[in-house]
């Protein structure tokens, strides 16, 4: 029997061949339909051969999130970079805090982004900042 209601979906739900899954009710009634979407990213497939690793759902996200860190990644190949220069490059990056998937955490004592962590040490005169 069709009502006024609210309809809540939680996860996914796709239609094969795209499209919209909920359709308009037969009479005259108001649904309201609210999506919850999980935080965890899932790939699966129906052909039969495996979905995306953990590592390249990641790798796409990060891909999305930061243009500028897919073009340093290829800077590599398209600028002559050798791998030292563009590993280079990228470190200098993350360390600017640029890199919205590895924020720049800096503390009294330290300074950390991704997987760089480096000390810093102060005196009267002088502070150094050294890798760890």
């Not at 209601?5 to 899954?21: A, D, S």
């Not at 243009?67 to 470190?91: D, F, H, R, V």
């Amino acid at each position: 029997m069709e009502a006024n209601h609210n309809l809540t979906i939680t996860g996914n739900l796709f239609v094969e061949g795209g499209g919209v899954p909920v359709v308009s009710t037969l009479g005259t009634y108001q649904v309201n339909v609210n999506y919850t979407v999980p935080i965890m990213a899932q790939g699966f497939s129906t052909s039969g051969v495996s979905g995306p690793s953990s590592s390249e759902i990641a790798s796409a996200v990060r891909v999305e999130l930061s243009p500028e860190l897919t073009k340093i990644m290829t800077l590599e190949s398209n600028a002559g970079l050798t791998s030292n220069q563009a590993t280079m490059l990228l470190e200098m990056y993350e360390l600017l805090g640029l890199d919205p998937t590895k924020p720049l955490v800096v503390t009294e004592n330290s300074r950390v982004a991704g997987s760089i962590s480096q000390t810093i040490v102060t005196s009267e005169t002088e502070t150094m900042i050294m890798r760890n």
